[in-house]
Structure formats: C-alpha cells, structure tokens
C-alpha cells in the first residue's frame, strides 16, 4: 500500500462517523458505511487539507469507494506539481 493510500485511510479512520467500521480501498461510503453528503463533504475538506489540494468541480457523491477517492487525489497532486 502506498503513503498516499495509507494517509487516505488514515483520515478516514479516525472520522467519529467510522469507528470500529472495517474499512478497506473497496470500502463504499454509502452502501458499506451509510454516510451522508454532509460526512463525505467534511471527508473531502480533511483530504484537501492534507495533501493541500482542492475537489474543486468534482462532485464527491461520484466517488463511490474509498479506492475512487484515492485516484482522484493522487489526480489532484499530479496536477498541482505540473503547475508548479
């Protein structure tokens, strides 16, 4: 498992809302964990200050797993290094 994917699940992990959830990359917040657009939009703000990246234009409830999540912020960093 990467740093990037260990940090994701990290943050993930220590949200209220997931204690004692077994979570995993194949992990979906909605049907796996219930969540809400409210808990996936704090989730969001969290990974955007760690990685200090924006989901500007990306709708959250279109990321499903916590895999899709990761792909679209390791997407996210790329771009910000390129324009750099």
């Given at each position: 498992?990467?740093?990037l994917e260990n940090?994701?699940?990290e943050i993930i992990r220590n949200n209220q809302e997931f204690?004692?959830?077994n979570i995993n990359l194949e992990t979906k917040?909605?049907?796996d964990l219930g969540v809400d657009s409210?808990?996936?939009?704090q989730l969001a703000i969290e990974i955007e200050d760690a990685f200090d990246i924006r989901f500007?234009?990306?709708h959250m409830s279109?990321?499903?797993t916590?895999?899709?999540?990761?792909?679209?912020?390791?997407?996210?960093?790329?771009?910000?290094?390129?324009?750099?």
């Open positions: 498992m990467t740093e940090k994701v699940l204690v004692g959830s917040f909605r049907e409210l808990v996936i939009a500007e234009g990306i279109d990321l499903t916590i895999r899709q999540v990761i792909i679209k912020t390791e997407e996210l960093i790329e771009r910000n290094s390129k324009v750099q």
